[in-house]
């Protein structure tokens, strides 16, 4: 069964940049597309990026696009996620989660009701 950990949150200022990593085990992550999600405190959990598992699709969503990067390395088992220009909207706490029915180029990407196995969260607190 895939178990995912994230790491890499913090405290950052505003314009400031941050790189979470989302490590593998008890499973290859060759077969699983991998999403990032964010959850700001009183709101819904919000699709961030995902990366199918040949890591060849990527999609963001577009309140992060052209500041967030995501990538992965199946050798190391770890997926990324570079966030640049970061803004205090931003203030989450960042999930990765992975699942097998690949990208649909549709919302469904973006629903954490897709994803099968979760991480714990890291926290990114943006402020000055």
């Known amino acids: 069964q895939l178990q995912l950990v994230e790491s890499g949150g913090g405290l950052v200022q505003p314009g400031g940049s941050l790189r979470l990593s989302c490590a593998a085990s008890?499973?290859?992550?060759?077969?699983?597309?991998i999403g990032w999600f964010r959850q700001a405190p009183g709101k819904e959990r919000e699709g961030v990026s995902c990366i199918s598992n040949s890591g060849d699709i990527i999609r963001y969503a577009d309140s992060v696009k052209g500041r967030f990067t995501i990538s992965r390395d199946n050798t190391k088992n770890t997926v990324y996620l570079q966030m640049n220009s970061l803004i205090p909207e931003d203030t989450a706490v960042y999930y990765c989660?992975?699942?097998?029915?690949?990208?649909?180029?549709?919302?469904?990407?973006?629903?954490?009701?897709?994803?099968?196995?979760w991480g714990q969260g890291t926290q990114v607190t943006v402020s000055s």
């Open positions: 008890g499973s290859t992550l060759d077969y699983y597309t």
């Open positions: 989660a992975g699942e097998t029915a690949g990208i649909y180029y549709s919302d469904w990407d973006f629903d954490h009701a897709k994803y099968d196995y």
